[in-house]
């Protein structure tokens, strides 16, 4: 079945259940000398290149490859549009290396054809902090798949992570792959009903009417929580101390410093947008919420070209209730005229979901760490990480 993934260190199915394999890395480092100095041969008609995120033309190369042949939904009706400034936002965190930016070319026209990214990242399992890359971006031309490209691209940037001295990695995918730590659910929270059913991202209930399910979905236009307010730069410290003693209650979850919280969660317009609660008579600050904007290409509809989505991204609540905090994040994505507010069941999103009106999607998200062992499969709330 799984010709490339079987001779991969990550979990394999047949081990599923075993609880005689030790918890962690499943083969250890070898010698840097050890690591292939060179990088692994393409088919001949293709080239690697390393993508400067910094180039403008660069990006734009990479910019388009995604927007017409990233992820689609099962049904085929919207592919993932991640802007530019997303793009140089998600690959260039503190510590990034350029060299983890992979793409192929066509040696004759020198079209960008294939791409990999690698960022790093500390994630702690348990107990134990794992420098680990986080893989994304992973991108074959539509005309050029089931060539067993991916694998190779695999293996190279691999190599490359090895070369840092890095030998674990995580990432997602909505396939199944040998073995998931936890599987997850999408759940999606209606801000622009009438336009989600006209392209079809959702439908009409039963014994609904059009201004039945708009009243539904109704929000207020700003939010509730006194001293609710924007995250700023001087919110870093109090924010990583929230956020780091949050994480630290999952099994899995990254190990963020006060760098990583000024990249991954101060504000950047049609990026990422944070919102933290500071008590308007101590001025501590309390709670925190955040989101990342991620839009999809509607694919063949006559009306609309994009759908405006939000993911949710970390939240942190310790005096305002939970529900009431993201309900807080709705208001203020509808305002920011966000058409869905997605999320995951992971940490404790099932407290809100429900409540909150998000319904089940169609789709779910597979999490994996490569050469690192896991004794039992995690459920969602366990896992305190989110990936891009
Ligand atoms: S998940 C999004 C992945 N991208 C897309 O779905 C975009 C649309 N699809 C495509 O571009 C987020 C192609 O279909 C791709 C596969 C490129 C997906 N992950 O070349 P072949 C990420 O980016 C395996 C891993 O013929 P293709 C995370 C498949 O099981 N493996 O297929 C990326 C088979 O292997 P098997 C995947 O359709 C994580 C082989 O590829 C996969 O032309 C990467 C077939 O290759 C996926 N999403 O191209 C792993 N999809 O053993 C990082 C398919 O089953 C691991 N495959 O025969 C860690 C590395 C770093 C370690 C550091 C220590
Ligand atoms: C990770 N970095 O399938 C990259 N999305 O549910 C890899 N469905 O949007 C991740 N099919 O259910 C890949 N509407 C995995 C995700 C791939 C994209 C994907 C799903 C997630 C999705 C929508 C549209 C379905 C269109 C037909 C969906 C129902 C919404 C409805 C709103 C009202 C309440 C009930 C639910």
Sequence with gaps: KHKFWETQPVGQFKDVGDSSLP?????????????????????SPYEWTTCDMDSEETCNEVYNLLKNNYVEDDENMF?????KEFLRWA?????????????????????????????????RVRDEVVKMAEINFLCVHKKL????????MIKEVTRRVHLENIWQAAYTAGVVLPTPITTCQYWH???????????????LGARMTMSRTIKLYRLPDSPVTPGFRKMELRDVPAVSRLLRNYLSQFVVA?????????????????????FLVESPQTHEITDFCSFYTLPSSILGNQNYSTLKAA??????????????????????????????????????NQSFLKELKFGPGDGQLHYYLYNYRIRNALTPTELGLVLL
């Design 311 to 348: 993911y949710s991204y970390y939240n942190v609540a310790t005096k305002t209730p939970l529900l009431q905090l993201m309900n807080d994040a709705l208001i203020v994505a509808r305002q920011k005229d966000f058409d869905v507010f997605n999320a995951l069941d992971v940490m404790e």
């Design 91 to 123: 690959l260039r965190p503190p510590g990034y290396y350029r060299s983890w930016h992979i793409g192929v070319r066509a040696k004759a026209s020198k079209k960008l054809v294939a791409f990999i990214t690698g960022v790093p990242a500390r994630i």
């Design 23 to 43: 918890e962690g890395p499943i083969e250890p480092p070898t010698p840097l000398s050890e690591v292939k100095q060179e990088p692994y041969n393409l088919p």
């Design 189 to 203: 929270r209606s801000l622009n009903p009438k336009k989600l059913i006209d392209v079809g991202f959702s439908r």
């Design 145 to 152: 798949r089931s060539k067993r490209l991916a694998p190779v």
């Design 79 to 83: 592919r993932f549009n991640y802007s």
């Design 254 to 274: 990254p190990d963020f410093d006060e760098d990583d919280v000024e990249h991954w969660l101060l504000p950047t317009d049609s990026v990422v947008d944070s």
